[in-house]
């Protein structure tokens, strides 16, 4: 392969990469709590192989790797294929042969299958193309994406494993929370439905400064106060778009505002912060949803099926789609 990573050291921070996009497109994996390049290489590698080859420890902050870890396409230096971090001490046992590939300009469904969600939902091939990891703001696009919410959190409160032992901070910007189906999940997961829907904690708002000042003033003592680490942020573009608004444009601002404060909260906490989205009121703000988001979803009823499209996540080339067809039986039973 040509590997140069004894030559040329890397970069240790994502923002020290010099981004130009005339340069060949390969894999960056890095650590998303501090930043820290751990692999930049041409060929895709399984991230459980970045994991071993770093004991799972993120040089640079500590973290368990399988936790932090963060893949996206990114520029290589000219004549480059392959750069590790100096701590890595055995780089060539991450480029075996025939256990990568180049990125193309295709669907990048195998990115995704050897990847385990950190909150599954129970839904196999939902979890293999949603894949949500700690970190990320995920925003979920149609009206499924509401009963999917829902499941989550009760999931997210399921003892270890596969639940995550935690409880839930619900903002309930659309006024959608439903307690009778937290109470029909939790009872077919087996769980005490009325302890599971204590540690749901609601937050209902009626206007979009209500919900804007809980985003960036409180959500982040709420998370803190009950260890949550799952939080949903329901219906989000209602308020904003509610017809009693007067002054659209600072709706507008107040709103990529508190957008991007959701996405740095994720980081921060390391945690998934999930924002619904049940119709698209405005084209303007499905885009900074879209933008912002680690990872962006639509789900879409079909009547005999739903199709889950994945349109951003960080194992997918940039402008690439990841689509998954469900059946209706299946979210008619989980959903």
Known sequence: MGTRHTAEPLQSKIWQLD?????PQGFLYSCSLCDEILVLSKLFINPRKVQLAFSNICPGCGFEINKT??????????????????????????????????????????????????LPSGIELLDETLVLRFGQLVTLQGEASNGLSHLLCVRAVYPLPPGLDSDVVFVDGGNVFDAYTVS?????????????????????????????????????????????RLAIVSDITALYCDPDVKEKREALDLFSKDVRSLA???????????????????????DVLARTAHVSAVL????????????????????????????????TRYL
Do not use: W, Y
């Open 19 to 23: 981004q130009d996009q005339s340069s």
């Open 69 to 118: 870890l963060k893949v996206q396409t990114s520029t290589l230096p000219l004549g480059r294929r392959f750069l590790t971090s100096p701590v890595c001490k055995d780089p060539e046992q991450l480029i075996e042969p025939g256990g990568s590939f180049e990125a193309k300009l295709s669907r990048g469904s195998t990115l995704l299958r050897d990847v385990r969600s950190d």
């Open 184 to 228: 029909r999940h939790a009872f077919s997961l087996r769980l005490d439905q009325e302890r599971t829907k204590l540690r749901i904690h609601l937050s209902r708002e009626f206007t979009h400064h209500q919900l804007s000042g809980f985003i960036t003033e409180r959500l982040a003592g709420a998370i803190d106060e009950c260890d949550a």
């Open 264 to 286: 740095t909260l994720a980081e921060k906490r390391n945690m998934i912060i999930v924002v619904t989205n049940l119709q698209s009121r405005s084209k303007v703000m499905d």
């Open 300 to 331: 879409e009823d079909g009547g005999a099926h739903t199709q889950l499209t994945v349109t951003r996540h960080p194992f997918l080339p940039t402008g690439k789609t990841e689509i998954a067809t469900l059946d209706n039986q299946t979210l």
